[in-house]
C-alpha cells in the first residue's frame, strides 16, 4: 500500500449493529439482502464504513416525510 492510496476503514457486524442500534441479525439480513454491501473474510463480514454511511444517508427519512 502507498502512501498516497486511501484506507478503507471496515467494521464488524457488531459494530455496525452498535451504531445502528439494531440486533447482529438485522445487519447479517441487510448483506444477505444486498442492501448493505460486506466483504467476506473466512466466516466473518466486514462492512466498509463508507458503505455504512452511504445505506444510511439513503435511509434517512425527514420528519414531514414521516406523516405521508
Do not use: C, N
Request: charge should be positive; glycine fraction near 6%.
Amino acid at each position: 500500500m502507498t502512501a498516497d492510496a486511501p484506507r478503507v476503514q471496515f467494521l464488524t457486524v457488531s459494530e455496525v449493529a452498535g451504531v445502528m442500534r439494531v440486533s447482529k441479525m438485522t445487519v447479517y439480513r441487510l448483506v444477505h439482502a444486498g442492501e448493505l454491501p460486506a466483504v467476506r473474510v473466512g466466516k466473518s463480514f466486514r462492512v466498509p464504513q463508507e458503505a455504512l454511511t452511504r445505506y444510511l444517508a439513503a435511509a434517512y427519512i425527514e420528519g414531514d416525510r414521516l406523516s405521508s
